[in-house]
């Protein structure tokens, strides 16, 4: 058995381990809940992490994923109405032509990696003979939009009936839609937000999963995941916030993080990626200095690139600061260093390093 299951007052949640099901998008457990809910005349919701069709386009002969030329990310595609592909950056929204050949090793064995949400309401299409309704960002966005979505929801002459029973969701917190009370809901990856490098990612993957849990009374839900082990996916499922929190915290004063440790992010951005080099590294170097000459060394600090490191056609880094004593360093170095007039950009008590 592949899954786990865990029981609440008015609700279960089964926990899918996927590393047992690589081969699939959709679990069998998915699979078998999809088709009885909608034999029952039940009503379906599918988290999905982002919007858009695929992630991009992988080479499978040399590894390559072709990325945008103006940021540092790889361009993802989109399935317009008349059923096209738009190829697009989801940064600073240029868009491509789709390649037909590996730009790095000229193969032509080029595949789309990863399915979003447009892919996944196909694929759901295809196997149930039902055509979900998108929900995400761009639905929801105005007063009208939201109006032309419940009246797609629907039907006019019965406000509680649906016009579909699986909605595709891309919205993070889920928030129950009025008159509409969903019987299952499903994560396809719940652990892709823990990909991220930052010391706020299972707090974040956390919350996601408990607020569902929490605000969907009598509702089924399945949890598909890479990482079934880790404490942030297995506590939510639980519903256990102090369990969670007692790691976390742990996890946060091993590493001097906030709240144990102050945190400050120096950012630089440069269209010349070997000016930008040379200016972090100038800085950097004034910074340990400091740290040298008034005796502060617990304080660390280190040099990075962020998650994305080009955006908008200008390369980025990152200086970070962290210690339990910040606030008097930083005087010092407001004191001593000119950080805005040299287009440093500064986040003080920075609640995140991404």
Not at 65 to 70: G, H
Not at 165 to 172: A, G, K, P
Not at 202 to 212: D, K, P, T
Not at 214 to 230: R, Y
Request: charge should be positive.
């Amino acid at each position: 058995m592949n899954y786990e299951q865990f029981i609440h007052p008015s609700k279960s949640i089964f926990l899918v381990d996927m590393t047992k099901e690589i081969d699939h998008y959709f679990s069998e457990l998915t699979i078998g809940g999809i088709h009885k809910y909608l034999k029952l005349g039940k009503k379906i919701w599918i988290i999905v992490n982002k919007k858009g069709y695929s992630n991009g386009i992988i080479c499978y002969e040399c590894g390559h994923i072709p990325q945008c030329k103006k940021c540092s990310v790889s361009i993802s595609y989109h399935k317009q109405a008349n059923g096209e592909m738009l190829w697009l950056c989801h940064i600073c929204k240029t868009q491509y032509l789709m390649p037909q050949i590996c730009e790095k090793c000229w193969s032509k064995k080029i595949k789309p990696y990863w399915i979003w949400a447009q892919q996944v309401a196909e694929k759901l299409q295809q196997e149930f003979s039902i055509k979900p309704i998108i929900i995400e960002s761009d639905t929801v966005n105005s007063t009208v939009k939201v109006k032309k979505l419940f009246s797609q929801l629907s039907d006019p002459a019965d406000k509680k009936s649906w016009k579909s029973s699986i909605i595709v969701w891309t919205q993070l917190l889920c928030q129950p839609i009025k008159d509409h009370p969903l019987d299952l809901l499903i994560f396809l990856n719940a652990d892709i937000g823990l990909n991220m490098p930052d010391y706020t990612a299972n707090e974040r993957n956390f919350q996601i999963l408990y607020e569902a849990f929490t605000k969907h009374s009598d509702t089924q839900f399945i949890v598909q995941t890479m990482k079934s082990d880790q404490f942030s996916i297995r506590f939510a499922c639980k519903m256990d916030k102090d369990w969670f929190y007692a790691a976390e915290w742990a996890f946060r004063k091993e590493y001097n993080y906030p709240p144990f440790g102050e945190l400050c992010v120096i950012l630089y951005k440069n269209e010349i990626e070997s000016r930008l080099f040379k200016k972090v590294d100038t800085l950097h170097q004034e910074l340990l200095y400091l740290k040298q000459k008034y005796q502060m060394d617990n304080l660390e600090i280190y040099s990075t690139p962020p998650l994305i490191y080009k955006m908008f056609g200008k390369y980025r880094y990152h200086i970070i600061l962290k210690w339990d004593n910040l606030r008097n360093f930083m005087d010092i170095v407001y004191t001593k260093l000119d950080l805005y007039a040299k287009w440093f950009k500064i986040d003080w008590m920075a609640s995140s390093i991404v």
